[in-house]
């Protein structure tokens, strides 16, 4: 009898059937397991729904100073910030911007040991559940916000119909990225005994320079060029909107598209090598 | 609060003589009760103190949390020159005070947010049977000194503010600077005490506590001229998020309030503060009188 160590060769996965049997067991299980939590579900999209209203009217207030001017403030019309604020806050529980530290409190507890005996990738193992809850997510914490926006202001419907399959699009990168910065944020919990000050810099940062608190767009040309290129974080929020609101003509959109996809392999590919490199160190305490 | 359980406090120590209490002893009774208060706190802050890496991140990361508001509010007024005809200055008045005003709240009673925790993991219990009172047990065995960091910035805020905004140092206007932020932190320290409550019926209650606190704060971050409608009514009269900053800077700024209200509504926020705080009070008693534990 050999010995099963973190670094060993995981199960090869034999045929199509079987890995897709996999992800849909796995997807299924986040799915199911968010949808227990129905109080917590409750709060958070009321939660959502309360800062859709501060948030648009600040906005509204902002278009309706620019629009006296005789202008647009970044290129946004006020039906177009409406949709910005209200599809924003319904994305935030869908790509989950914060709050996710499965996998740091794992690692503190030592539990992340069993994640390491299962035949999945550990990275795959955490994000097939996570697609199932942000499908969970999209049904509940995205739709009701966007009702209530449409209900109570004058949103900005897209002309195109290409933009719904685009937005789409846009939304799953941006999970895919926004899945990756959060593992790799709690995977600091591998070399840190308090990875909290890692965890809130996260927090801060998808929010401030995810487009949350205003768009990306409103800063000087070059900060927004830093950010875009330089930081994964616009692709979180900032462009799945500005492709719903049609900021920007077709070319452009798919160009913000190729800018997430890039940002999610890179990303992705990271939590792959932070992974080996973190079980190669790992040492489990106790008993 | 008046805490009842104040006598109680000294039994323990009057227990092992065979005197009988006397009235001195009584008289003693809160002087002791304050000691045990401030040896709990002492110990917290030796505590907290003694991670200083994590102190230190705690510390900083409160002001960022901070800087990201405050820098919302400077790229918001890159793009235009005046929001809902308040300028910078003037909009930043309305930012340090309500700033100030949650963040001295946050200091004293923010950690009720995790009530509901506490419920969940049976803390709870454990606190209720000790001779002190409840809330203020609560509040003192998790104290967030890292919160300091946000008082002495938006203090800063407020004073840039009120400079730049040109505000006269008449006693009147002084007076009116040092109360309203106070009269805030009682109000938002009110409304983080009766949202909290709701863990005592609601246990997953999320982040429901964050619409009101945190979205209180958001409120009155802007002047109110910003929103609209109904939802302008409910938030600033409603709920009386409107006298925390937006009406005391109208009194300070020098100029009449484009909604149309009288001027002196922005030195009612003491009293609306008391009125806030004696209704925390009630929802916290019944809350508390309701509570059955989870059996963990």
């Known amino acids: ?287 | 609060m008046a805490e009842p359980s104040a006598a109680t406090a000294a039994a323990p120590a009057g227990a092992d003589r065979t005197v009988p209490v006397t009235t001195a002893d009584v008289a003693d009774a809160p002087a002791s009760t304050a000691a045990i208060y401030r040896a709990l706190l002492r110990a917290q802050v030796r505590a907290q103190a003694s991670y200083r890496a994590s102190f230190a991140l705690d510390l900083a990361s409160n002001v960022i949390f901070l800087g990201a508001d405050l820098l919302t509010v400077l790229v918001l007024f890159h793009q235009v020159p005046a929001l809902a005809g308040f300028t910078l200055a003037e909009s930043l008045l309305v930012f340090g005070l309500a700033a100030l005003g949650f963040a001295l709240a946050d200091l004293a009673v923010g950690n009720i947010e995790r009530m509901k925790q506490h419920v969940r993991t049976g803390l709870l219990d454990a606190v209720l049977i000790r001779p002190l009172g409840v809330l203020s047990q609560l509040l003192v065995l998790d104290l967030g000194v890292r919160r300091v960091g946000r008082v002495i910035t938006s203090t800063a805020v407020l004073a840039v503010a009120a400079y730049q905004a040109g505000v006269r140092p008449t006693p009147a206007n002084l007076l009116l600077l040092v109360v309203t932020p106070l009269a805030g932190a009682v109000f938002f320290g009110s409304v983080f005490v009766a949202t909290a409550t709701v863990a005592f019926w609601w246990v997953e209650s999320g982040e429901l506590s964050a619409a009101l606190t945190y979205g209180g704060r958001d409120f009155t971050s802007y002047p109110m001229t910003v929103y609209g409608g109904w939802f302008r009514h409910l938030m600033a009269f409603g709920l009386g998020f409107g006298l925390v900053a937006y009406y005391p800077a109208l009194i300070l700024l020098g100029r009449p309030d484009p909604i149309g209200a009288p001027a002196w509504l922005g030195w009612c926020g003491p009293l609306l503060a008391l009125a806030a705080a004696a209704l925390a009070a009630l929802v916290w008693r019944t809350g508390v009188r309701h509570y059955r534990s989870t059996g963990s």
């Open chain 1, 1 to 287: 009898m050999g010995f099963i160590t973190a670094t060993a060769d995981r199960l090869p996965i034999r045929n199509f059937t079987e890995s897709a049997g996999l992800i849909r067991t796995l997807g299924a299980s986040g799915f199911r397991r968010f949808s227990t939590y129905r109080q917590a579900t409750v709060a958070a999209t009321a939660t959502n729904t309360m800062f859709g209203f501060l948030r648009t009217y600040v906005m509204l207030a902002v278009a309706g100073s620019a629009a006296a001017l005789g202008g647009q403030a970044a290129g946004y019309d006020a039906p177009r910030l409406v949709t910005y604020v209200w599809a924003g806050q319904g994305l935030i529980g869908v790509v989950l911007l914060w709050g996710w530290t499965d996998l740091a409190d794992r690692i503190r507890s030592g539990d992340v040991v069993t994640d390491l005996l299962r035949p999945v990738h550990p990275v795959l193992g955490y994000l097939l559940p996570d697609l199932g809850r942000a499908a969970y997510a999209l049904l509940t914490r995205f739709t009701v916000p966007i009702a209530v926006g449409a209900l109570a202001f004058d949103m900005y419907v897209p002309r195109r119909a290409a933009t719904y399959p685009l937005f789409a699009l846009s939304v799953l990168l941006a999970l895919l990225v926004c899945f990756a910065g959060r593992f790799l944020a709690n995977a600091a919990a591998y070399w840190l005994l308090d990875s909290r000050g890692v965890l809130m810099t996260w927090a801060v940062c998808s929010g401030v320079l995810g487009g949350l608190y205003f768009p990306i767009r409103f800063l000087p040309d070059w900060a927004a060029a830093v950010l875009y290129f330089g930081t994964p974080f616009p692709s979180l929020l900032q462009v799945p909107l500005d492709v719903l609101v049609e900021r920007d003509p077709p070319l452009s959109q798919l160009g913000l598209l190729g800018l997430q996809a890039g940002w999610a392999v890179l990303l992705l590919w990271g939590c792959v090598a932070v992974q080996r490199r973190a079980e190669r160190r790992l040492v489990v305490q106790g008993g």
